[in-house]
């Protein structure tokens, strides 16, 4: 699999974190992948063939051509219907709500086509996305698209950015409680501010980047064993690091690294 990102201009730097593509040839074998949530939203069109999606029952949907992912919240398999071939916009956490009417949180755990989200202008989008030539014409189609549903910049959250910067930088390692201490932000405002602008509540986004710090380590390979990785994330103990492991994806660590891992070490710290 051919996987590459590219930076957003400027303007839109505040709300995505990257463009990525990621391309194969029809002849690999067809396979589910286990995708684990990192908080980011994502915008993606198929200029390949389109993915089946699994839910947790084991029945299936085929999803959309074009779509906005809303968060993952619940473990979730993809499996390529043939050729591969995606170019997606990943959102910051926060960074898809300035654009959209939709509440993000109507979005959780669902592939929703950029004409439900943007009507007659989502279908014009998809279209021209899918029928561009290069990367360089994607990412200028789907700029200039965002510039133009752009909320005022003054109508960005700064509390909940401040949040999520300060998640980030230490790695989800703290509470909610300790977060809201921090910024001197009620508890239960900041986590109605959460839902409302990301989609997820505080625990859950500090679970999250917690887990893919994990997940980097994992990767990696930088550990000797689960309680070294245990420790090293501020888990309670190893008994509470497979818990949060198997809560976002739905199996154990090494069950998940045995067979799961191919498309999502894609995505580990991108």
Known sequence: MDYKTYEPSKELSTFIKCYWTLDAPKELKSEKQRIVSDGCMEMIFHYGDKFKQYAEDGSSIVQPKCFVFGQITLPLDIEPTGKTGIFSVRFHPGGF???????????ENRAVSLTELFADEGSEL?????NASTIEARINLVESFLLRNLAKPESIDRIVKSCIELIIQLNGQLSVGELSERLNVNRRHLERKFLRVIGLSPKQLLKIIRLQSTLKFLADKNFENLTTIAHEASYYDQAHFIKDFKEFTGLSPKKFFDNKLKMSALFIGS
């Open 97 to 107: 709500m300035p654009f959209s009417n939709v509440p993000v949180s109507s979005l």
């Open 126 to 130: 998809e279209n021209s996305v899918l």
